[in-house]
Nanobody, 114 residues
Framework: QVQLVESGGGLAQAGGSLRLSCAAS????????MGWYRRAPGKQRELVAT???????KYADAVKGRFTISRDNAKNTVYLQMNSLKPEDAAVYYC????????WGQGTQVTVSS
């Protein structure tokens, strides 16, 4: 089992920044890739960014150049630095991990005021 705990959501103004953190615990040796996903009201959950155990990253087109995913292996934590936030970035952001199974955090709300 893998447990994921997100933090760092909140309110930001358009053009502002937020950093999300996802701390993993449990059977973290089994994790192949971790990522951030989001679900806006009335929409399906979508991929935001992923990072593999080898450090390879992937981004949704909507966030390329504005968001950066990174990881601190010593802390078993993945981060999502979100810059130049737009109102359309507002959503519940979920941390996910894929290993022996798929794991999800509880989500953290990001609100962007225009």
């Amino acid at each position: 089992q893998v447990q994921l705990v997100e933090s760092g959501g909140g309110l930001a103004q358009a053009g502002g920044s937020l950093r999300l953190s996802c701390a993993a615990s449990g059977s973290i040796f089994s994790i192949i890739v971790m990522g951030w996903y989001r679900r806006a009201p009335g929409k399906q959950r979508e991929l935001v960014a992923t990072i593999t155990s080898g450090g390879n990253t992937k981004y949704a087109d909507a966030v390329k150049g504005r968001f950066t995913i990174s990881r601190d292996n010593a802390k078993n934590t993945v981060y999502l630095q979100m810059n130049s936030l737009k109102p359309e970035d507002a959503a519940v952001y979920y941390c996910g991990a894929r290993g022996l199974d798929n794991y999800w955090g509880q989500g953290t709300q990001v609100t962007v005021s225009s």
